[in-house]
């Protein structure tokens, strides 16, 4: 067998005002073929997972390119149709091939595309015709539109919010790959519209329980290979957002689409009691210095980076500042240009820095300090599961009994590493202020002794029920409160 594969991935908050052109993809991860590291980011793990598999089977695997870009607004025209034009070359080149299997995200949006990964679907579909395999994994917050559905043999897309399953997903895809290609199965794609749009953590109920639901079902129902929901992505104001069920059968559409729309009825019946208890900056503050023991983690879950904010909203750190709380380490500040300055001052050097709320209204206010920079660190990076996210350029800098990292690429708190990367022990800190919805929980829960969820300024556009979407669907929860009734 001639199996190719590649990625192309992004999500985007299409409400964000930071632009992604190509310098971008670069900045996160830009890789031709064979260039692709060992370890997978969040969307490329098909790749890695594609050089086990294939070696195994004594199949010949066809690298394209790997691209991802931390999430941030619309991708330039140019730039996704050189990224989508770079792949197809390299798959016109390599066939003939007997499948596709590929990493995607789901949630890019690029200038005049609202359907990138339907455009780049249709498109491969139309190079290999209707009888090669075309898969692909996805990001659960992401659109599942009509146009992909219909270019795709079937899609399995991670179960975890936090996504730390990506790359166990990754398998599943390649399990049913090989026996597909192999003969053993006809893999059945149904899909159920859940018409609504919500926040679906994993790490609580009643989420958790209904993914352990899917894991058992996957286990025990005859003819069911895979289970997955798209929560879809509400920062995407694109005509087909909302939640979606998917089930894939061995060759069994009517069990599928019944199995879809049971399981998709279930999640509309507890819409509204899946997300975290959140509070204000005030409240936040108040909680972490009443817990008597550290570390406390603060999530800033709005100005999450992994959401396509800038993350440099300083509205719970001027809150922390203001009331003179000390024993606190950041991470992170996203300012290239204070960064710069660090740089050029060099460690040990103690200037006056502005840093801190350039990007967007409703994020507060710059701080100025007088700061001594500790730490100077190149290329910084932390875990994330089997992978490793780069934060870019990075400065620790400290003023008042209060250490913030300040980085030049964008990127959400994975992982404690975060600050071990950069000199700061996290847990030798009383509190730990963080940005990230709940992609940190897995790591950071480990060490924390208490996890404050806060909602401070408004960088993201969290309420959909009010938010002011030109081109999303009008006819679903929480827009109605009723889309079933007719």
């Not at 208490?450 to 029920?465: D, H, L, R, V, W």
Request: hydrophobic share 45%.
């Amino acid at each position: 067998m001639r199996v190719f594969t590649a990625a192309l991935a992004t999500e985007t908050n299409t409400f964000s005002p930071i632009a992604i052109d190509k310098r971008a993809f670069e900045a996160s991860l830009y890789a031709k073929p064979g260039e692709h590291p060992a370890t997978p980011t969040l969307c490329t793990a098909p790749i890695t997972v594609g050089r086990e598999v294939c070696a195994q089977q004594g199949w010949t695997l066809i690298e394209g390119s790997a691209s991802w870009a931390d999430p941030a607004g619309l991708i330039a025209r140019s730039t996704y149709e050189e990224m989508r034009d770079e792949i197809l070359e390299q798959l016109q080149a390599a066939l003939p091939v007997d499948g596709v299997v590929l990493g995607l995200h789901g949630a890019m949006v690029a200038q005049g595309y609202d359907d990138p990964e339907g455009d780049f679907l249709t498109r491969i579909r139309a190079i290999v015709g209707p009888d090669v395999l075309v898969c692909a994994e996805l990001d659960p917050h992401s659109h599942l539109t009509a146009k992909r559905v219909a270019a795709a043999d079937f899609f399995v897309v991670f179960k975890e919010f936090p996504h730390i399953d990506f790359v166990d997903r990754a398998r599943d895809l390649w399990s049913i790959a090989v026996r597909t290609l192999k003969g053993e199965i006809k893999p059945v794609m149904s899909v159920f519209d859940c018409r609504m749009i919500d926040v679906f953590p994993t790490s609580k109920e009643p989420m958790r329980g209904f993914v352990n639901q899917l894991y058992a079902l996957e286990k025990s129902e005859p003819d069911v290979l895979s289970l997955s929901v798209i929560h879809g992505f509400m920062a995407g104001d694109v005509p087909e957002l909302g939640t979606k069920m998917i089930a894939i059968t061995d060759d069994n559409a009517a069990k599928g689409a019944a199995l879809a729309e049971r399981l998709g009825r279930e999640l509309f019946a507890m819409r509204g009691t899946f997300m975290v208890a959140q509070v204000d900056e005030k409240a936040a503050v108040d909680a972490a210095i009443a817990a008597p023991d550290g570390p406390v983690v603060i999530a800033d879950m709005w100005d999450n980076p992994g959401g396509g904010t800038a993350g440099d909203a300083t509205v719970i750190l001027a809150e922390l500042i203001g009331r003179g709380i000390s024993d606190v380490a950041v991470g992170t500040i996203w300012d290239p240009i204070a960064v710069q300055i660090c740089m050029a001052a060099g460690e040990g050097a103690e200037i006056a820095l502005r840093f801190g709320a350039k990007s967007a209204p409703h994020t507060g206010s710059p701080i100025d300090q007088f700061v001594r920079v500790n730490r100077l660190v190149r290329d910084a990076q932390m875990r994330f599961g089997e992978s490793y996210a780069p934060f870019g350029d990075a400065a620790w800098i400290s003023f008042n009994g209060i250490d913030v990292i300040l980085n030049s690429t964008r990127a959400q708190s994975f992982d404690p590493s975060l600050f071990s990367a950069m000199g700061i022990d996290p847990k030798s800190r009383k509190i730990l202020l963080i940005k990230s919805t709940n992609h940190f929980y897995d790591s950071f829960s480990r060490i924390a002794s208490e996890i404050i969820y806060c909602a401070a300024g408004k960088p993201y556009p969290n309420t959909p029920a009010t938010t002011p979407y030109r081109k999303a669907r009008r006819d679903i929860w929480p827009m109605v409160e009723d889309p079933w009734a007719r």
